[in-house]
């Protein structure tokens, strides 16, 4: 489910608590998360991320950051096999259960992955 909140300042606050959540419960000492899909060797990394999203303008990243719960549940639970992008990432495509369909892209590192950029199709 997306983040609910109505005003800007609260979903950056939720996204932001979300983010240091899944990073304290990452072992080791870059925060990943364990992936089912095929194309990765089992993790994906959420270390650098924000930075991408931060860059956009103040609607379009309050927009994106309410997806962040989605994005983590699609990248835990999803068994699909990611489809490359023109640059090299991996690109993998979900829906919110209100029917928004979202895109979540993935860099290829030598140990798995790491989240690049997630935003609304």
Sequence with gaps: ?????RKDKRVLQEARRIVTEWRKKSRGSRPCIRVKCCGLQGRVFIDDFHYHIEKKSDPDMVGRYRLLP????LLRKTMDTPEPTA???L????LTP?????????????KGGCLQSFYPA
Excluded: A, Q, T, W
């Design 1 to 5: 489910m997306p983040i609910g909140h």
């Design 70 to 73: 989605c994005v983590i549940e």
């Design 87 to 89: 640059d090299g990432n």
């Design 91 to 94: 690109m993998l495509e979900g």
């Design 98 to 110: 209100d029917g928004l369909k979202f895109r979540v892209i993935i860099r290829l590192e030598k």
